[in-house]
């Protein structure tokens, strides 16, 4: 499995960004698919992730009602729709994928085993 993200770029806190990831081959039910960032001297850290067993999103606390993730299953991709954007959003963000993981490992990166390549997000104060 091939994931290409894109979307990132340099924005004003406030502002809004949509990341988009998109799977080489289509995804399944018990696919899991979502976002980790890392910035700056700090480890890489569970953004979000959507099952589409059942088709739930799991948010980090930090993100909980500003970001959100859509979804176009006939295009594979995953869209992280990030609102109010604040300076501590800043970091790569990585979309990431797995078929096998449980929900006590989604926020796990080492249980991820497709990764796509990083794209920048940096916000200004």
């Known amino acids: 499995v091939q994931l290409q993200a894109s979307g990132g770029g340099l924005v004003q806190a406030g502002d809004s960004l949509r990341l988009s990831c998109t799977a080489s081959?289509?995804?399944?039910?018990?696919?899991?698919m979502g976002w980790f960032r890392q910035a700056p001297g700090k480890e890489r850290e569970f953004v979000a992730v959507y099952n589409w067993s059942g088709g739930r999103t799991y948010y980090a606390d930090p993100v909980k009602g500003r970001f959100a993730i859509t979804r176009d299953n006939a295009k594979n991709t995953l869209y992280l729709q990030m609102n109010n954007l604040k300076p501590e959003d800043t970091a790569i963000y990585y979309c990431a994928a797995d078929s096998r993981l449980i929900l006590s490992s989604i926020r796990n990166a080492d249980e991820y085993d497709y990764w796509g390549q990083g794209t920048q997000v940096t916000v200004s104060s």
């Open positions: 081959v289509r995804t399944s039910s018990r696919f899991f």
